[in-house]
Structure formats: C-alpha cells, structure tokens
C-alpha cells in the first residue's frame, strides 16, 4: 500500500491519479449546481416559475445538501473514505438522473433536493482525502487544481450543456452530467485505494458524541464561521446572474456560451498561479487582496447598464478571478485547523453550514430581486452588490483569525518536535 502521506513536496503517480479524480468528481459537483444558473431564464419560463419560486429550486439543492452534511458529519471518520465517496456518489447520480426526467416546477424541485442530499458531502469528503494524503505545503496546489474545475465546467460544461438544452430541452444538459459520472464512478471503484488511516486515531465514541463534540470545538467553530460566510456572497449572486445578463444587459442566450467559455478559460490560467503562490507566500495577505478586488468588481457589475459585448466580458471575468482567487487561500488555511481524527467530521460540518448559509442566501436574494414580467429587467440586483461586500468584509476578519489560529498550531507542533 502507498504511503499516505509524502514527505517530498512533489506529487507521486498515485498522488496525480487522486488529483484527476477529486477534480473530475468537482467537475460534475459543481457542473449539476451551476448549470442551474444558465438554465435559469429558460427554467423559469418553461416551468412558469418566478423569480421566487427558482430560487427555491436553487436553495432547495444547498438545504439538503446542508442537512445531510450534519448527519453524515458523525460517521465521516468512521468508514474507509473511499467507501463513503462511493456511496454518495451513487446517489447524486441518481439524483440528476431525476433531475433530467422532471417535467414539472414541483418534481425538479424534489429532485433537487435528492441530488443535494448526496451530492452536497462530497466536496466534504474530497477535502478530507486531500488533508490525509498532501502535506499542508502542497495542498495550495492540489485545491487549485481542484477548483479549477469550477473555471472547465464553464469552459466545457456548461457551453456543452447549454448547446444540449438549446437543441434538445434543458432535461438533456442533466443526462450529460448523469453519463460522465457513470464514468468517474467506474474508475473509483476499480483504482482507487482505500484510505482509512485515520481509523487508526479512532476512538470508540459514539458517531453522534463525534459530531458533538466537533461542534462545540470553539477553534473549529471560527472556521466553520468563516467558510460558510464566504460562500454566501457568491449563492446571492449567481442564482440570477443568468437572468441579469439577458433581461439587464441584452446579451442573447446564443452568447451566453461564449461568455462562460472565457470566464472559464481565464479563471482555468489564473487557479493554478493562485496556488502556487498560496504555498509559497502568506495566504491570508493572498486572501485580503482577492477579497477587495472582488468587492469592486462586484459592486461594479451589479450596477452595470447595457453595455458593448466586449466590456461585458472583461468586466466579468476580473469578477470570477476575483472571487475564485479567494477559495483557495481561504481553503488551504481551513484544511490545516482539525486534528486527523476531526478532519471527516469537521469537513463535512465545514460543507453543510456553506451550504445552508448558501441556500439561505439563495432564498433572500429571490426576495430582494424582483421581475415584472418574464422579460422585464431584474430591480434591486445592485442591492446584492452592497450585501455581498459587507459580508465579505466580515469574512476577511474571520479569515484572519483562522490564520491566527494555523500559525499557533504550527508553532506549538514544531516545539513539541524539538521536545522529542
């Protein structure tokens, strides 16, 4: 059996293997949550939804992600890590294969909230294979190329899924998805290895007192503060983002790809810069800086008028390096906060309050934004600007105390080192 963990920062052929599947698995996560969004206008027509009710079907994915993030919290560390990913990614591939046979607001809805509940603990799950298996020195990289997987579903994914849903209804962009998962999940089960070293820190304590007690560590509990205020920015916006660029700024649903395409291509250039400077340099400082860009552009994207196409664009994608620029900082210093007996648990409690904290923004930005008519502009969309700049600067405080936290926690093992 390969070590788990390396000493050298270089990356084994077992180690790159692990990459492409965390990645791949990220890419279909994120590619089902996402396309919800450039689906957005179409779906609420189709299914005669309001501006509401969608987000409902938006929040309703985070909700049930959220809750079943807490429950699976306990027994997190308490299974070898690829059996767990194995299970739950079943069941989200047999949720967006309800999602692509829905035909009404009602069953999309439900099979949202089946897709959630699976779905939603594997970004759990992937960041606590990433701690088990990479040093703290070279997770900046492996959650880059991880989130790089954000940047080729809008590359890839979600161009190709918005082409199936023009030529063959929107059902069809949640087929694909289902077909590439199929794929992934065979070559899980068949190459990956276990990894169940952390059952060697195990305690016989039951998986609920775990949870507990996870729950009331008051340094995890920053940290859980922190992320899921990260994430809620980002829920407030892109739910409608779609929406905005159509009914505000006339940009037609046939440029929509294009425009994703180069979002993602430059956020895919910019990830892996992003974390090779989180490993080399101090990542909070990283984080500060990609933080106060983002409040800019944000607050200069939400109050935008129709604009030339080319401007659109530019302006656009400084906003997604932006935001994406903050993710890996900020989830490279997380990663280092719970002990290796914590690491299921915390991750998993990490994971669902982001994504109940996300799912509660969904839902108040459906109410702050209001539409007319199905064709009408979106008011109030520069309000979400405003929101989502205070919170970010309430994120940048809890991001420092988070590396205040890390920086002890280093200094305490080194002298416990020398001790030895």
């Known amino acids: 059996m390969k070590k788990s963990i390396v000493e050298s ?6 180690q790159k293997f692990i990459i492409v599947i965390l990645f791949l698995l990220q890419f279909t996560v994120t590619l089902d949550f996402i396309v919800i969004s450039p689906l957005g206008d179409m779906l609420i027509k189709n299914l005669d939804m309001t501006t509401s009710s969608f987000g409902f079907v938006v ?35 047999i949720g967006t294969i309800f999602c692509a046979i829905s035909s009404s607001y009602l069953m999309l809805l439900i099979a949202r909230i089946v897709t959630g ?25 492996v959650m880059a190329y991880i989130q790089m997987a954000f940047a080729a579903s809008l590359i890839l994914g979600i161009p190709v899924g918005v082409y199936f849903a023009n030529n063959w209804g929107w059902h069809s962009a949640f087929i694909m998805i289902a077909g590439i998962g199929i ?54 916006l892109q ?55 983002s409040i800019i552009m944000v607050i200069i994207y ?42 299921g648990a915390y991750m998993s409690v990490t994971s669902s309050l982001q994504q109940i904290a996300g799912g509660i923004a969904a839902v108040c930005a459906g109410f702050i934004v209001h539409q007319d008519t199905k064709q009408s502009p979106l008011e109030n969309y520069d309000i979400l600007g405003y929101v989502f700049a205070a919170i970010t600067l309430c994120t940048i405080f809890l991001i420092w105390r988070v590396n205040q936290l890390v920086r002890l926690k280093n ?9 030895i």
């Open 9 to 14: 920062t270089s990356f084994t052929p077992y």
């Open 59 to 93: 929040s309703a994915y985070a909700f049930s992600a959220g809750m079943s993030g807490l429950l699976a919290a306990g027994f997190a560390d308490k299974f070898d890590r690829k059996k767990i990913l194995i299970f739950f990614y079943t069941g989200f591939i």
């Open 117 to 141: 509940l699976f779905g939603g603990v594997i970004g759990s799950i992937s960041l606590a294979i990433v701690a088990d298996l990479f040093l703290i020195n070279q997770r900046g990289r």
């Open 183 to 236: 794929l992934i999940l065979i070559a899980i089960v068949t190459q990956m290895q276990s990894i169940n070293k952390h059952l060697e820190f195990q305690s016989s304590k039951n998986p609920f007192l775990h949870l507990w007690g996870t729950l009331n560590n008051k340094e995890y509990r920053i940290g859980f503060t922190a992320i899921a205020l990260l994430s809620i920015g980002a829920f407030m």
């Open 239 to 293: 739910p409608f983002g779609t929406a905005f660029m159509v009914n505000n700024l006339h940009i037609s649903q046939l440029q929509l790809p294009m425009i994703f395409f180069l979002i993602g291509l430059s956020i895919l250039i910019i990830m892996p810069l992003i974390g090779k400077l989180s490993d080399k340099f101090n990542k909070f400082k990283l984080f500060t800086i990609a933080s106060l860009l």
């Open 302 to 343: 939400t109050n935008l008028n129709p604009i030339a196409l080319w401007e659109i664009v530019a302006i656009t994608i400084v906003l997604y390096m932006a935001i994406m620029s903050r993710m890996i900082p900020a989830s490279t210093l997380n990663t280092a906060i719970p002990e290796i007996k914590d690491r």
């Open 411 to 419: 200094t305490l093992t080194k002298i416990s080192q020398e001790d």
